[in-house]
């Protein structure tokens, strides 16, 4: 069987198009080829959150709809509009999330704990899929380092894992190899702890100030704003500490392609694209999306640049 990449999507233009031709033919019916669009935009029954609102931004949001409508979820099919689709019942209330590994205070949060625990706040970031389009997103979730001193690492942890749910019941994905794109499952990420520890990197459980609807990997995913949008795995369970470096997913399944730190980097192209610029999704109309020039650690240099003194980006992709 082909292996289906990350290239192998529908440009949002088409998807938009597509969306519109299916409105005008009443058709809503779920199919696994014509994402049913009367579902994506239906999550207005999520919890409103409390938040420190983020100070002012120059930068443009991404209008929700297409935040919360065009997404990359492979659990839950490769089409950009399967998530909405396929994920509208994800059970995500129980939930728990274990802290463990390298760390003196293991401990669990439950669904409740992830609002509660740390103080929520309003992040705007700048997003930016290796598959060379990018969005605004106002992000609400705390620093993954609060998190990190509660569980207080040992000397010998360098890393931090992430897994995703496993449950093939509820994710299609996972049950079907094509359905889900020939990932093998769990989806798994990681960090060095330094990159853990940086203060731009958040765990996630709202945007938009309301919870996160489950095609955005609700009720808490990853949120690093310099690296390529699959570091930032979604419906996460279990946060483990590690003296080892762990075999992320991506990186498995096309290791010439995509790397362990996944830096937004113009400079280095991706060997089937370039990653100079970027659609901006949201912007103009059906087939006029706007490019930008793509910056360097997606616009987050100053701020995170030291984390990678000496190291060759070009090699380290
Ligand atoms: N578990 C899991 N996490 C994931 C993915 C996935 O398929 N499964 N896709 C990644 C990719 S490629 C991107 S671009 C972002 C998309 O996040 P968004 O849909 O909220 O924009 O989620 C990332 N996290
Ligand atoms: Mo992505």
């Given at each position: 069987m082909k292996k289906l990449t990350e290239n192998d999507v529908t440009p949002e233009d088409i998807f938009y198009q597509r969306r519109k031709i299916i409105t005008a033919m009443g058709l809503g019916a779920a199919t696994t080829m014509l994402p049913?669009?009367?579902?994506?935009?239906?999550?207005?029954t999520l919890k409103k959150l409390d938040f420190k609102a983020a100070g002012k931004s120059d930068l443009i949001l991404t209008p929700e709809n297409k935040v919360t409508g065009y997404n990359n979820f492979y659990e839950f099919g490769?089409?950009?509009g399967s998530p909405a689709q396929y994920a509208k019942?994800?059970?995500?209330?129980p939930w728990t999330v274990e802290i463990g590994g390298e760390v003196e205070n293991p401990f669990t949060l439950d669904y409740n704990q992830l609002f509660t625990q740390f103080p929520l706040e309003e992040r705007i970031y700048r997003f930016r899929c290796v598959e060379a389009w990018s969005m605004v997103v106002p992000w609400i979730g705390f620093e993954l380092n609060k998190l990190l001193a509660k569980a207080k690492p040992m000397s010998r942890a360098k890393y931090v894992v992430f897994h995703t749910l496993y449950d093939p019941e509820q994710m299609p994905g996972q049950k079907n190899r094509f359905f889900g794109g020939g990932i093998d499952y769990p989806y798994v990420e990681g960090l060095t702890l330094a990159e853990a520890m940086h203060p731009l990197t958040l765990m996630s459980v709202g945007l938009y100030g309301k919870a996160l609807p489950p095609q955005n990997g609700a009720p808490i995913r990853l949120v690093v704003?310099?690296?390529?949008?699959?570091?930032?795995?979604?419906?996460?369970v279990k946060i483990t500490l590690s003296e080892t470096r762990p075999q992320t997913t991506w990186e498995k399944l096309a290791p010439q392609e995509y790397?362990?730190?996944?830096?937004?980097?113009?400079n280095v192209d991706h060997p089937r694209w370039s990653q100079a610029s970027e659609r901006v999704i949201g912007s103009g109309g059906l087939l006029s999306v706007k490019r930008q020039p793509t910056l360097m650690f997606n616009g987050y240099e100053q701020e995170v640049a030291h984390l990678y003194k000496g190291l060759d980006l070009r090699v380290n992709y």
């Open positions: 049913n669009i009367s579902l994506a935009e239906s999550n207005n490769v089409d950009k019942d994800f059970k995500v209330d704003p310099w690296k390529y949008g699959f570091k930032n795995i979604k419906s996460i790397g362990f730190y996944a830096n937004v980097n113009p």
